[in-house]
């Protein structure tokens, strides 16, 4: 597809249990950028990817939240040991490069029970 | 210290033009100047951005200040369909890789 795609769109799952949330970027693009949004809220940055390297990982809220992308294209974010505060919605956003403008997913909503 | 500064809330006539302003007054001289809106329930979708000089395209004109401290989005013939929340995005820190979503302008078009 030409725009950026997140799976899956809405998980629900219980406290306690780990998931992990998908990002394809847009082909060629270097950037990566995870978000979430918490009902009525702003957006909060979790993570920058430059290729496969991480150089910001200053947003995630705990070390139980982790992400990795390989062969500079898809991305997972991985949440352990899920809260109900961690209920929101996950945002993957790519770019040309750094300064280019960047294109969002959709987004996975996530609840936790 | 806020990045951004932009109203909480501003309506529009349908068909009229939206002019939605922001304060940058920390932005540093090399970094750009981003707009995205959020159309309630999907993701943020880019509008524009620019450095310094005025930029416009197919859905937008961006005026930028001389000093590069404030900024004013415009939305020509503004449709119920531009309603949405108007996020003023710089980088959280010169030289920093995250955009700094504010709290954005809530725009609402009158029929």
């Known amino acids: 597809g030409a725009g950026v795609s997140q799976s899956p769109s809405n998980k629900v799952t219980e406290k306690g249990k780990d998931v992990e949330l998908r990002c394809d970027p847009i082909?060629?693009?270097?950037?990566l950028y995870w978000y979430r949004q918490s009902l009525g809220q702003g957006l909060e940055f979790l993570i920058y990817?430059?290729?496969?390297?991480?150089?910001?990982k200053s947003g995630l809220p705990s070390d139980r939240f982790s992400a990795e992308r390989t062969g500079g294209s898809v991305s997972t974010l991985t949440i352990q040991r899920t809260q109900q505060e961690d209920s929101a919605v996950y945002l993957c956003?790519?770019?040309?490069?750094?300064?280019?403008?960047?294109?969002f997913g959709q987004g996975t909503r996530l609840t936790v029970v | 210290d806020a990045k951004t500064t932009q109203p909480p809330s501003m309506d529009c006539a349908e068909g009229r033009a939206a002019n939605l302003p922001c304060n940058h007054s920390?932005?540093?001289?090399?970094?750009?100047v981003y707009w995205y809106r959020q159309i309630h329930s999907q993701g943020p979708q880019y509008i524009i951005h620019?450095?310094?000089n005025n930029e416009t395209n197919e859905m937008a004109s961006l005026i930028i200040t001389e000093d590069r401290k404030s900024s004013t989005l415009i939305l020509p013939h503004a449709t119920l369909r531009d309603t949405a929340v108007y996020y003023c995005?710089?980088?959280?820190?010169?030289?920093?890789?995250?955009?700094?979503f504010g709290t954005g302008t809530r725009l609402t078009v009158i029929p």
């Open positions: 956003a790519s770019s040309f490069s750094r300064d280019t403008e960047a294109f």
């Open positions: 995005i710089v980088r959280a820190t010169a030289g920093a890789n995250n955009l700094f």
């Open positions: 082909s060629g693009h270097t950037a």
């Open positions: 620019g450095l310094k």
């Open positions: 920390t932005i540093s001289g090399n970094e750009y």
């Open positions: 990817f430059q290729g496969n390297s991480a150089p910001d």
